[in-house]
């Protein structure tokens, strides 16, 4: 009988977590309310290094595409041969653990000679344990604008190609 109730005990435990830990005085509804959803995207540190990573890899993807796959952006005129001039700031991010990791960002490039916005934009990408890949290109932010949704803000990148045709 001793085992049986033990057994009970431990299988309750094990597939409980959550209500034993709340009877414990562990946690509280109003935590697990702020918690992330699983699976789901949640904010990110703009100084983690991935996060600055892949929003450099972005601004050079951006800077020197030739063969224009990334949208055509107000300020695209002002970085034509500044390159070497443009200091890339992530002004919002949130992350998804994927098979690595999918970031939403928004960046800002600044001149970095008179250290003004040049112009912000959004963008998907996906971390694929150092690959990175751009997933879309969201819409043209303004510098002066807080990060907006990302879900009403993407494009893809194919279908902002075929507006521009």
Same mark, same amino acid.
């Given at each position: 009988?001793?085992?049986?109730?033990?057994? @009970?005990? @431990?299988?309750? @435990?094990v597939t409980t977590p959550c209500a034993f830990a709340r009877r414990l005085g562990l946690t509280t509804p109003s935590a697990a309310a702020d918690a992330p959803?699983?699976?789901g995207f949640y904010p990110a540190d703009t100084n983690n290094p991935f996060v600055v990573n892949a929003a450099?890899?972005?601004?050079?993807?951006?800077?020197?595409?030739?063969?224009?796959?990334?949208?055509?952006?107000?300020?695209?005129?002002?970085?034509?041969g500044q390159e070497d001039n443009v200091k890339?700031?992530?002004?919002?991010? #949130?992350?998804? %653990? %994927?098979?690595?990791?999918?970031?939403?960002?928004?960046i800002q490039l600044d001149s970095e000679?008179?250290?003004?916005c040049i112009g #912000?934009?959004? %963008?998907?990408l996906w971390d694929h344990f150092g690959d990175l890949v751009i997933l879309s290109w969201g819409?043209? %932010?303004?510098?002066?604008?807080?990060?907006e949704e990302e879900e009403?803000?993407?494009?893809?990148s194919n279908s902002s190609s075929e507006e521009e045709s």
């Open positions: 009988m001793m085992k049986q109730t033990t057994f @009970l005990s @431990l299988l309750l @435990l959803m699983v699976g450099q890899y972005a601004a050079n993807t951006l800077l020197e595409d030739d063969n224009k796959k990334s949208p055509s952006y107000s300020f695209d005129s002002q970085l034509v890339v700031i992530v002004t919002h991010a #949130s992350q998804q %653990v %994927v098979a690595g990791r999918n970031y939403k960002l928004t000679t008179t250290n003004e #912000s934009f959004n %963008v998907k819409k043209e %932010v303004a510098c002066s604008d807080e990060a009403d803000s993407e494009t893809d």
